[in-house]
């Protein structure tokens, strides 16, 4: 960390364009673009050319930055990126091309890991079935080798009644197939986060597919997970296809 190199996003000189132009350019990576689009990760390469190196960035790679970290991924010159926001414009969450690069980084043997601010914990991203998670490193080898039981359910709570046929679902399901077992939910209020807190109080992983959505809370009683903008609405449901069994709740 003491000799960590800090490198800022922006030209080296005073850039003309006002802040109203640059938040509507800077989506525009085209060669007509307003935004200079000078990024930090673009000065790397000065920086690694005796060594490979971590990263650290304030939110996940856009587009250019993500050009730049596979050129320097290509030369053996980046071995693993740590981020801390998904998102500047909207917050925890990913887009569907966001996905696309975390799964471009794993074909180039670079480790992702995010420095989640949902559960406090440093999460790392990993690959099943196609599709990728961010998982409690201590809870990597269970994450791979378990079987996974999707529930489904609303923001609506159970009965206490309700809640202790859960429980005791969960428990017939562990006396069945052992402790090598976890929960996928889509890790909003209501039966998700009671299945998501039962499962981490009986020692089971507890997983969730979280969406933007504003109206509803979040759970952070989850051992792995990954997270989608509005947009991913339909794309996520193929994140619960590593679950081998649905289980429906109210809702």
């Known amino acids: 960390i003491k000799t960590a190199r800090i490198y800022l996003n922006g ?11 640059c938040a509507v350019a800077r989506r525009d ?3 007509n673009s307003k935004c ?3 990024y930090a990760t673009s000065k790397l390469k000065e920086a690694v050319k005796d060594s ?5 960035m304030k939110y996940f790679p856009n587009l250019l930055e993500h050009r730049d970290i596979i050129n320097l991924a290509c030369e053996g010159k980046i071995t693993a990126l740590y981020f801390y ?3 500047c414009e909207h917050g925890p969450f990913l887009s569907q091309l966001d996905h696309n690069r975390l799964q471009e980084y794993h074909a180039f043997g670079i480790e992702v890991y995010w420095v989640s601010g949902l559960n406090g914990c440093l999460m790392v991203h990993t690959m099943r079935d196609g599709m990728g998670y961010f998982v409690l490193p201590e809870r990597l080898a269970d994450f791979h080798k378990s079987m996974l039981f999707a529930f489904y359910g609303s923001n609506l709570r159970l009965s206490g009644d309700g809640e202790a ?3 005791n679902l969960m428990d017939a399901l562990i006396a069945f197939w052992g402790q090598s077992i976890g929960i996928v939910t889509g890790g909003g209020s209501g039966v998700m986060e009671q299945a998501n807190t039962l499962a981490r109080t009986r020692g089971i992983l507890s ?7 504003t109206d509803q809370s ?6 792995f997970c990954q997270v989608f903008q509005a947009t991913c609405r339909h794309s996520r449901q193929k994140w619960f296809e590593v679950a081998s069994f649905p289980i429906f709740n109210v809702g």
């Open 52 to 56: 490979s190196a971590v990263m650290a």
């Open 85 to 87: 926001e998904p998102s």
């Open 218 to 223: 979040m759970t952070t009683d989850v051992d």
């Open 11 to 21: 030209p080296d000189k005073a850039c003309k364009a006002t802040e109203a132009l």
């Open 165 to 167: 046929r859960l429980g």
């Open 29 to 31: 990576f085209s060669p």
């Open 207 to 213: 997983g969730a597919n979280f969406l933007d959505i």
């Open 36 to 38: 200079s689009h000078e």
